[in-house]
């Protein structure tokens, strides 16, 4: 359980912060679906893993802001928006309002998931299962994922050991993190292979991890460019990856 305090306090902070933002400029609530599906390499090929979701029931997992359950609904997804801290679903509540879509917002862990066997057609989650034990939430996943439902999950990777040392010891937008979370490993990956019957990893920046430290601009599309080229003709190479793609299927 101080785990999981952590975590709460940790994101209510965080969404508390933003909060004051939102509340002098309003507009920053709208959702530029183009802008979003673009804002990470690895976000437009996720979304295409999930396919044609118009009209079914999708788990928005660690909702957050709930950008991505915006762009879900406006697609004619059914979503239900589930995250553990109270301070970021108010933003959801706010962002979906300023966005005049519907979703259903739930306060939950996402260790015990309350809602019954097969209840979802599609999951997605960015930046979630690295937050879990996924010797537990793997099977509770499996179990509200209908049988041939797909999961599309984003996740930072930690299989770089040079990447992991930048990580832990240089400064970089975004760093914030809590105490207990760490990168996605294969171990990781096992686990969710013990109870799904297919899991796929696709890796995302290999030379794009430096526009972390770069000023967003002229080097992003060459490297995103190099890293599509070289990850397609070296695949080994994905191992070394910033971030993951996982597709899993019920």
Not at 108 to 125: H, I, K, M, T
Not at 129 to 145: G, K, M, T, Y
Not at 197 to 203: L, M, N, W
Request: proline share 5%; net charge positive; with cysteine.
């Amino acid at each position: 359980m101080d785990r999981l305090v952590a975590e709460q306090t940790f994101h209510d902070q965080q969404a508390l912060h933003r909060a004051v933002t939102f509340d002098l400029r309003p507009e920053l609530l709208q959702v530029d679906d183009e802008a979003y599906l673009r804002h990470e390499s690895w976000i437009r090929y996720a979304f295409k893993v999930l396919g044609d979701i118009h009209g079914l029931p999708i788990l928005d997992l660690g909702c957050g802001h709930a950008m991505a359950a915006v762009v879900l609904a406006r697609r004619g997804a059914l979503v239900t928006a589930l995250d553990l801290s109270a301070a970021y679903l108010s933003e959801a509540r706010r962002r979906a309002g300023a966005n005049s879509v519907h979703l259903n917002l739930l306060q939950a862990n996402g260790e015990r998931l309350p809602f019954a066997d097969s209840s979802f057609d599609r999951v997605w989650g960015h930046a979630i299962l690295h937050h879990l034990d996924l010797a537990i939430a793997a099977p509770e996943l499996r179990r509200v994922l209908r049988p041939g439902g797909i999961a599309a999950f984003c996740e930072p990777w930690g299989e770089n050991p040079l990447l992991n040392a930048a990580r832990r010891w240089l400064p970089y937008r975004g760093k914030g993190r809590t105490p207990d979370e760490q990168p996605l490993r294969r171990r990781d990956i096992d686990k969710l292979r013990q109870v799904f019957s297919k899991v796929e990893v696709s890796g995302f920046q290999l030379f794009g991890m430096l526009g972390r430290a770069m000023p967003v601009g002229r080097l992003r599309c060459p490297l995103e460019s190099w890293d599509h080229l070289l990850l397609r003709q070296l695949p080994v190479l994905k191992r070394l990856c910033r971030y993951v793609v996982i597709e899993v299927r019920g």
